[in-house]
């Protein structure tokens, strides 16, 4: 069926818009970043900073300590996706290949888990950490990310992983192959699209969280780049709002730049002439 | 290989980070006390540090720590620290934040623990704004009062007269003056009211109305009398029958009317004191400002305030230290460069003194001359007042002063739907 040429012309305007809704407040946390504290105050202001500054940057540098929480956050949050994917990978495998009451429940669990907010939890889990000795401890917030992401993680990937053919792991077990043979040597290869993307998720899931991570660590040098950010911000929600889009612009940088890294390993279509049809 | 190799350290590398290190001073006799602190200002952060480093040197067997609080969670962080049995010793927050904590038996009661310097230092107005039932759970040392910040240069060509704080405006002559001072899309007033109910409750003791009524058998009601509408009328005439004042403004938050200040959209803005220092450093060149009083109406100019406050945590083995690092935080001098920290007015009458703070430079005088005149913030210690405000008081006061209610309803709304709120908590 052929689109014709208003329809097309149509479904470029909504994408643009879309885009343009999308990247609206990231590019003008971009000028925001750039201009002084005059330009800030100006009541007509512009996109292009009339007078460009790197002083945000400075004072946001000077005042905090960007580079220490950026690596506590790299730390946290690199830890969580890798044990995140490690768990999630064989459980996502079996959820999808049986179909026994277990699995069923696990994918019930995996619903319903989404369903809590975190103020429901944040006492609970603070006590069980507690008792634990996990408290102010950034072993317990991966912890704290890798079991807040695994649902989702798991739900990602029994998607793909029934997107894998079964008769590729049939012909492996008719070869001789054993069932861990088979998802480390078949199964994972093909999935790695979905385990890159799945990764991708729990790692900004875990680099952008913000309240377990205020309520869990104590001690400044343990702080996250996102607890780090709100020092910006005083009584009644005044913020020093200059440095604070400087140190928020380039928290998201990392994000952009994995993004940007892995992408054609998302999309790319792996499984293309995997089989037969 | 390689990969498997590259795996390796990636783990190494996360189990050294993810590991705790840090040594135990309790090992070595030494006490170690968290102060977790909410100062936020470039200035304001060095002086607290600095407090903290020069109490370090000087104190070798008890080490204050310096932990960096946030006043955007500053709540929710505070109760899982105290449910969970791991809060700072030393707690930075508001006296309006503190009841929750004061009633749940988190923090603790400082009226023994306090040197008599410091309770005589401080006066019994500010005492009452951190005292809960009978006891006393922060000391109160930074406070501010809500001041007009006006277009000097605007005022002048208009030949109104200035107020100052021995002769304030009062409420009808200054919605006379802002109704003087617009036209052509200008307005004498921009109210940023994004919170409209501690600005209504807090400017409307100068009218002396205190809204919030303790009757024979403890219980609290609201009545909302005459004195209780004159700043809402006010603020509601100014908007919605004179438009003197910009109704765009009514929903924004204090730096949003910056702009239209500096671009000469508005000839006043209502603002806390400590906005100075963003007027200082985002004013255009030769834009001048000026520091006015708020107006004053029956009890003159008598103001609410919920000052920050300094509290010690229930559960600290070290109260005692903990007391004697607030009072040497809270000495006069060392007060006084908190106050300039965060431009805003010490409570202590030893720093009141202190010539820095009767400077004419950024009005600094102004904002001291009123310091007699600010008492504690109506309501702040009324169980319930937290749902009566969000639920009730703020989209009511809201509605008012966007001209969708008239003030009859407001006043059935704030007694009828805010009494049955605050009985529920006082069953």
């Known amino acids: 069926m052929r689109t014709s040429t208003g329809a097309r012309a149509g479904q470029y305007v909504a994408l643009l818009a879309y885009l343009v809704f999308l990247a609206f407040p990231f590019l003008w946390l971009i000028s925001t970043a750039f201009k002084s504290p005059r330009e800030l105050g100006s009541l007509h202001p512009t996109w292009i900073p009339r007078h460009p500054t790197l002083a945000n940057f400075r004072q946001a540098f000077d005042e905090q300590p960007l580079l220490h929480a950026a690596l506590n956050s790299l730390l946290v949050a690199l830890g969580a996706a890798l044990i995140a994917v490690v768990i999630a990978t064989p459980m996502a495998w079996v959820m999808a290949r049986r179909r026994t009451l277990l699995a069923r429940a696990a994918t019930g669990w995996v619903v319903v888990s989404q369903a809590f907010p975190f103020v429901l939890v944040i006492i609970p889990l603070f006590l069980v950490l507690k008792h634990l000795r996990l408290i102010d401890s950034p072993a317990g917030l991966v912890l704290v990310y890798v079991v807040w992401s695994l649902p989702f993680a798991l739900w990602m990937l029994v998607g793909y992983v029934r997107a894998v053919p079964a008769e590729l792991e049939e012909a492996a077990a008719v070869d001789g192959a054993g069932k861990l043979r088979t998802l480390v040597s078949v199964t994972a290869p093909l999935l790695a699209p979905g385990i890159v993307a799945t990764a991708l998720f729990a790692f900004v899931t875990a680099w952008n969280e913000f309240f377990f991570a205020l309520v869990l660590l104590k001690t400044p040098q343990h702080q996250t780049l996102p607890v780090v950010l709100t020092h910006f911000i005083g009584a009644e929600g005044v913020a020093d709002l200059g440095p604070l889009a400087a140190a928020a612009f380039l928290a998201t940088l990392p994000s952009l730049l994995v993004f940007a890294l892995i992408q054609r390993r998302i999309t790319g279509g792996m499984l293309t002439g995997a089989v037969k049809s | ?427």
């Open chain 2, 1 to 427: 290989m390689r990969s498997r190799w590259i795996l390796v350290l990636v783990v190494g590398l996360l189990l050294a980070g993810c590991t705790s290190g840090g040594g135990s001073d309790s090992a070595k006799g030494r006490i170690t006390l968290r102060f977790q602190s909410l100062a936020w200002q470039e200035e304001s952060v060095t002086a607290n540090k600095e407090l903290v480093k020069e109490w370090n040197a000087t104190h070798p067997d008890v080490k204050v720590e310096y932990v960096q609080g946030s006043w955007d969670s500053v709540h929710d962080q505070l109760l899982t620290s105290f449910e969970g049995g791991e809060a700072p010793d030393i707690i930075h927050d508001a006296s309006d934040d503190l009841a929750d904590f004061a009633y749940g038996g988190y923090l603790a009661d400082l009226r023994d623990l306090l040197p008599d310097r410091l309770k005589s230092d401080i006066p019994q107005r500010s005492w009452e704004t951190a005292t809960f039932g009978d006891g006393i759970y922060g000391v109160p040392f930074l406070q501010e009062p809500r001041v007009l910040i006006a277009n000097a240069t605007w005022l002048k060509r208009a030949g109104v007269r200035i107020p100052t704080p021995e002769h304030p405006w009062t409420w009808p002559e200054f919605r006379t003056v802002t109704r003087q001072l617009s036209g052509d899309g200008k307005y004498g007033v921009a109210w940023p009211l994004k919170e409209p109910v501690s600005a209504t409750l807090n400017l409307s003791l100068s009218a002396g109305g205190e809204l919030f009524h303790q009757g024979a058998d403890g219980k609290v009601t609201v009545r909302f009398d005459e004195a209780d509408q004159v700043v809402p009328r006010t603020i509601h005439d100014q908007a919605d029958v004179d438009h003197s004042a910009s109704p765009t403004t009514l929903g924004s938050g204090g730096s949003d009317t910056l702009p239209g200040f500096f671009g000469g959209k508005y000839a006043m803005v209502p603002l806390g004191f400590s906005y100075r220092q963003q007027i200082v450093q985002q004013a255009p060149k030769g834009f001048d400002w000026q520091v006015l009083p708020a107006p004053a109406g029956a009890d003159g100019l008598t103001q609410g305030v919920s000052p920050q406050t300094l509290s010690i945590a229930q559960d600290s083995p070290h109260k005692k230290e903990a007391a004697a690092f607030i009072d040497f935080l809270l000495q006069p001098k060392n007060m006084v460069r908190l106050a300039l920290g965060d431009w805003m007015l010490p409570t202590g009458t030893g720093a009141l003194k202190d010539p820095a703070l009767h400077t004419t430079k950024d009005d600094w005088s102004t904002g001291t001359a009123l310091a007699t005149d600010l008492t504690s913030a109506p309501a702040q210690s009324v169980r319930g007042y937290p749902e009566w405000k969000d639920k009730v008081a703020t989209p009511a006061f809201q509605e008012y002063y966007s001209g969708a209610i008239t003030l009859a309803e407001l006043r059935k709304r704030l007694e009828r739907d805010g009494n049955s709120v605050l009985a529920r908590y006082q069953r």
